[in-house]
């Protein structure tokens, strides 16, 4: 008996071996892309915990506004896999032609904001010496922003063809570059510049033209993708066209912004309280980051194949998808936290080897325990939504949970809550984060239930 046999199309067995089929590379791809990260923190702790502080700062402003403009290209992502579906080949190519054309246009406010971060640093507080490192690093990555732009649309238009596995050689290829040469610029070895922290930002823009020259390559030799006409018949910016990707990515891009930057910018926010508590905050934040990538693996995965199901003309499919993408995320949820708690010690001292940041991260394990469950359970949501192509009513839940709640709440937590009287927390913006995916993962859920309602 064959597996088509024992899983017929459409069926929750079929389904899984589909959004597993479609996320590992997906996964491994994001896992490396944050393994660049995490080495970025490495490397600049063991240069000195000032350029670890700077590179933490530096990188969470830089990941607030790739996330911004980058999750502004997520809308290639359904556009693309409605044709799949529908079978409108002949739309595949001049939707990613016009993600390419707003990726240009996006690239030219954010490198300029990256080259002008002093009036934010300067309100959150943040030390003038942090602050100028934190700068030379922006300034740096800046020069590889809009090769990271044009790779967001060719990566969302790729994964939803149904073609992730390019996505994890490339990744492979620029984590093993930017691993040593990060290093090299950092420290000054093999002939280069001793740049320190900057060195890391350095690499970044290096790397980010090298991804999207695979990505181009990949595009222009790959037989599969002649029958997209993709680099044929090349169409100028069409503002019908353009319009629509705004109206579809533009929410995207700001539930992305506001879910990413309402926990980056605590790395800011918490700057008072001194280079410990900064740094300590982002040896937690890292492994945020890296079992982040498990959710939104499974969450890309689920959007593509409800997307596709929607395009085909099945919505019953198109809800079992999204309700088995979120029970698979809570049964990883909870493999995670009773992981994370057993490993608590011995992943933090790999991290860092200054007891008083080892004593902040420590602090912060248990909330980093109930993020991560929570965190994955309303990103697979958002994520099916997206499918569904709703995203302005989940862009206000977004608004709401994560900035009223999460950063809002956190702050007040943290610095004004009656018992933190005269002695300020970071813990006060995890417990923030926490009740912030509690109160997602309830919105997005009734949301996503709703919604698949009426389209059946």
């Not at 490397?43 to 980058?70: H, K, P």
């Not at 942090?130 to 732009?149: E, M, S, W």
């Not at 939504?385 to 950063?407: A, D, E, N, S």
């Not at 709440?409 to 913006?429: C, D, E, I, M, T």
């Amino acid at each position: 008996m064959t597996a088509l046999a024992i899983h017929p199309p459409g069926s929750a067995g079929a389904i899984v071996r589909q959004l597993f089929h479609h996320a590992w590379p997906i996964l491994i791809a994001q896992l490396l892309s944050m393994a660049m990260m995490i080495a970025d923190t490495l490397i600049a702790g063991r240069y000195g915990t000032l350029d670890l502080a700077g590179v933490a700062i530096g990188s969470s402003f830089y990941i607030s506004v790739v996330m911004l403009l980058g999750g502004v290209l997520q809308a290639v992502a359904p556009t693309v896999a409605h044709h799949v579906g529908a079978g409108r080949n002949e739309e595949i190519g001049p939707a990613l032609q016009q993600g390419f054309w707003l990726a240009g246009m996006l690239a030219l406010p954010g490198v300029a904001i990256l080259l002008a971060p002093a009036p934010l640093l300067a309100l959150a507080e943040v030390p003038a010496d942090v602050a100028a490192l934190a700068g030379d690093y922006l300034a740096a990555t800046a020069a590889g922003l809009p090769a990271l732009l044009f790779y967001r649309a060719f990566y969302a238009f790729n994964n939803a063809v149904g073609r992730p596995r390019a996505l994890m050689a490339i990744s492979a290829i620029v984590t093993s570059i930017h691993l040593p040469l990060a290093w090299a610029l950092t420290n000054g070895a093999a002939g280069l510049p001793e740049l320190g922290g900057a060195g890391c930002g350095v690499s970044t823009a290096v790397i980010n033209w090298l991804a999207l020259g695979c990505g181009l390559a990949y595009l222009a030799r790959n037989p599969a993708y002649r029958q997209y006409r993709i680099f044929k018949g090349w169409q100028p910016p069409h503002p019908g066209e353009l319009g629509k990707l705004l109206r579809l990515g533009g929410p995207m891009g700001l539930s992305t912004f506001i879910d990413i930057s309402s926990f980056t910018l605590i790395a800011i926010l918490v700057a008072r309280l001194g280079v410990e508590t900064v740094a300590g905050h982002r040896v937690i934040a890292n492994f945020t980051g890296v079992i982040y990538m498990l959710p939104l693996a499974l969450s890309i995965a689920t959007m593509v194949l409800v997307g596709q199901a929607l395009g085909a003309g099945a919505p019953a499919r198109a809800r079992l998808t999204a309700r088995l993408g979120m029970g698979l995320a809570g049964g990883l949820a909870v493999l995670l936290g009773i992981l994370l708690w057993l490993l608590r010690e011995p992943l933090v001292t790999l991290s860092t080897t200054d007891p008083a940041v080892q004593a902040v991260a420590l602090g912060l394990v248990l909330y980093l325990c109930f993020y991560q469950g929570f965190d994955g359970l309303q990103t697979v949501a958002a994520h099916a939504l997206r499918g569904y192509k709703v995203t302005l009513l989940p862009m206000v839940l977004h608004t709401f949970c994560f900035w009223g709640i999460g950063l809002a709440g956190g702050w007040w937590l943290s610095f004004h809550a009656p018992w933190r009287a005269g002695a300020p927390s970071v813990a006060g913006f995890w417990e923030g984060c926490v009740l912030a995916t509690l109160a997602a993962t309830l919105l997005f859920g009734a949301l996503l239930r709703r919604v698949a309602r009426e389209r059946l």
